[in-house]
């Protein structure tokens, strides 16, 4: 049976908004079951390596090691301009910059566009394998400006 873990806590925010610029409880910006450009969280305008990891809701170890895939959206705010890259991880145990926990799987994303895009990326076996707290996950974004 399929199990959605979602942003449940903003952990360490560095910078990051929401769409009307508020920096508490962004967290519920991006928790929607479906997907909604409308409501999002950002960066500055100019990120320098910026963070936000979010908690994610607990979920039941599935007893496979298929099937873990992460997905979110992205997009920056205007087109051209400066080059931003974006960084999306799957850590187990983050508590904060300096006690990072383990990275499971990520993704990078370079000179990312004004077009909204869907992210994803699917855990191997061995990522999958390397979750031993369903309980304890966290996504963490990294925005920067090149």
Known sequence: MAQ???PSTDTVNESYTDQGG?????????D???????????????PTNDVYATKLTSV???????GHIVRYRYSKDAAGGAQ??????LRQGY????????LIASAAHTNISDTWTAGTFTLSGAEAD?????????LRFVGNQV
């Open 95 to 102: 508590a904060s910059e300096v006690s990072q926990g383990t």
């Open 130 to 138: 390397a979750i031993t707290n369903y309980a304890d996950l966290f």
């Open 32 to 46: 929607e079951v479906s997907a909604s450009d409308a409501d999002y969280i950002q960066s500055a305008i100019t």
């Open 84 to 89: 931003i890259d974006l960084t999306v991880q």
């Open 60 to 66: 039941t170890d599935p007893l496979v090691s298929t």
């Open 22 to 30: 508020g920096s508490a409880s962004i967290f519920a910006m991006i």
């Open 4 to 6: 959605f873990g979602r």
